[in-house]
């Protein structure tokens, strides 16, 4: 079953702007992680951010979690044409198993020269 | 860097047959995945394991087996293969909760 959406499901910026995506989840987790996918390709894990972290920094990603809300934002700031991809949410389950990950639908990212 | 490889990259086979699709992982890692991608359906579960001749079941296994005689080696196997089963495959194995990934098989059939 599909635990995270991400919000929105494609997004258009200019080459410079910052990109933010949003995700949301419906039961306790572990943790959540953002991954991301080139066209065709596998995969690639981001970050991770532990339920009892609030904000996780790495290079140009800024990822931030409210547990009360149940959401969780990936931000990429100074984007570049290089950063075109979709960009997944995937939740770890309280009390689940290690890497069994339910993952969302994903953010279609655009970045314009 | 782990690896995670998978065997074939672009499949076509002919409903009915049966398919292996293989994936091999370098960094000794204890838990190994096979999801499906679909267009508007996201990443789904298909097995995973957890240990050598280990499985357990995800969220869509009808239609497919799995086997993992070695630690490194996770195959998803097609008995019969349907129309409906045109999909990317993907394989991940993982260690610490965060899932590295293969570079997907396309598979199509006809």
């Known amino acids: 079953s599909q635990q995270g959406e991400e919000d929105p499901q494609a997004l258009s910026i200019q080459e410079g702007e910052n990109a933010t995506m949003n995700c949301s989840y419906k039961?306790?987790?572990?943790?959540l992680q953002w991954y991301r996918q080139n066209s065709g390709r596998g995969l690639v894990h981001l970050i991770l951010i532990r339920s009892n972290e609030r904000e996780k920094h790495s290079g140009r990603l800024r990822v931030t979690l409210d547990t009360s809300k149940k959401s969780s934002s990936l931000l990429i700031t100074a984007s570049r044409a290089a950063d075109t991809a979709s960009y997944f949410c995937?939740?770890?389950?309280?009390?689940?198993?290690?890497?069994?990950?339910?993952f969302g639908k994903g953010t279609k990212l655009s970045v314009k020269p | 860097d782990v690896k995670v490889t998978q065997s074939s990259r672009y499949l076509v086979k002919r409903t009915g047959e049966k398919v292996f699709l293989e994936c091999v992982q370098d960094m000794d890692h204890e838990n190994m995945f096979w999801y499906r991608q679909d267009p508007g359906l996201g990443l789904r579960l298909i097995y995973f394991?957890?240990?050598?001749?280990?499985?357990e079941k995800g969220d869509i296994p009808e239609g497919y087996s799995v086997s993992r005689e070695k630690k490194e080696r996770f195959s998803l196997i097609l008995e019969s293969a349907s129309t409906n089963q045109t999909s990317m495959y993907l394989c991940?194995?993982?260690?610490?909760?965060?899932?590295?990934f293969g570079e997907g098989s396309r598979l199509t059939v006809l």
């Open positions: 995937a939740t770890g389950a309280l009390g689940g198993s290690q890497g069994n990950l339910i």
């Open positions: 039961t306790s987790i572990n943790n």
């Open positions: 991940a194995s993982s260690f610490s909760g965060e899932l590295f």
């Open positions: 394991s957890y240990d050598v001749k280990m499985k």
